[in-house]
């Protein structure tokens, strides 16, 4: 619904009749749902029903970015109900200090795993969200603004203080119960490009909103220069799988790592300028990805999920079980909606 809402309004004329099919078929693909809440696949969880915080902020985002882009308030709030059901029975107390979980059994009403996915993709829930009531609903400003901008505030708060390790130039994947990292987390797989993410979510909500991110200006800064460094293979692939105590990441790329590398490489020099972020560092990921993302029509086309960092494809796959290639979207209408390759300070 995302991509497809990004593309009616760029003039693609195919997307509206798309964007409306996924829409109104929503509910078949996941028939099964607790009030707003999206049901994941009973097989994966050993036959018990469980709810995704990650899929369920994603219908969030979908929803609430259909609802813009086609004016439509019942889409919006769903998408509203979503975000409220999620903070009810994924919130962990204090948002900004205990964080959100990521998976709730329905059954036992067990909450589980603690990711930095599950609070990106729910900041970023909230941010979409927070754009379509200004856009076509500005009457429940009133109702859900504060509550939303304080989800934002504590999301980010959380990020700096128990994801972000600026100062290595990585973010935490995964967390323990009490919010810490896991135990041998230096020898796990974190990532890069996850910080790149945030950066773009943190400069859209200091454009968007009133809240104050005391971090951005020094830690994000360190953080994204760091992870771009740690990243970034003289070729151009975007190294995202880096394990901190080795000071390495596998010799590949990602499909979602690589777009997101590359704006978050533009946001960077958006906000700080040419000097500390060229713009040949995101030019030279741009045509990795080009060169090598790119499926062959005649094995199907698409987007390819991962290449070594010679461009040969190590998995024929393309996309991803929910997102396909949303990152790609995502990543050029940032680009026109911000004027991310305009002039940047000197």
Known sequence: MYNYSVGHEHGLVTCE??????????????????GALLISSKNRYQGNQHLSGYLNAYLAIGLSRYARTFGHRPALERAI??????????TDSLLAEKGTWDVYNCET????????????????????????IKTIAPDLLDKEEDYLCKQIEDLTTFFDIHIAVPEQGFTIEH????????????HEKQSLAHGFEWLGFCLEIERHTEIKLPFMQDRMKTLSTITLANGLAPNGCFRNE???????????????PQVEAILGALWARKRWGEEAFPFEKAERMM??????????????????????ENGVPTNYGTGHTFKCDHHAVRMIEKIFEYDLLGEVPR
């Open 242 to 256: 880096y394990i901190p105590a080795l000071k390495k990441a596998p010799l590949s790329a990602m499909f979602w």
């Open 17 to 34: 009749k798309i964007a409306r099919h996924l829409y109104e078929t929503l509910d078949t693909v996941f028939p099964e749902k607790e």
């Open 81 to 90: 109900k979503v975000y409220h059901q999620l903070d009810e029975r994924f």
């Open 109 to 132: 009403f067990v909450k589980s795993g603690k990711t930095d996915n599950a609070h990106i993709h729910r900041c970023e829930a909230a941010l979409n969200i927070l754009h379509s």
């Open 287 to 308: 045509n990795f990805y080009q060169s090598y993302f790119f499926k062959a029509d005649e094995l199907g086309g698409g987007i390819l999920s991962r290449v070594s």
């Open 175 to 186: 967390l323990k119960d009490d919010s810490s990292p896991s135990t041998y987390y230096r």
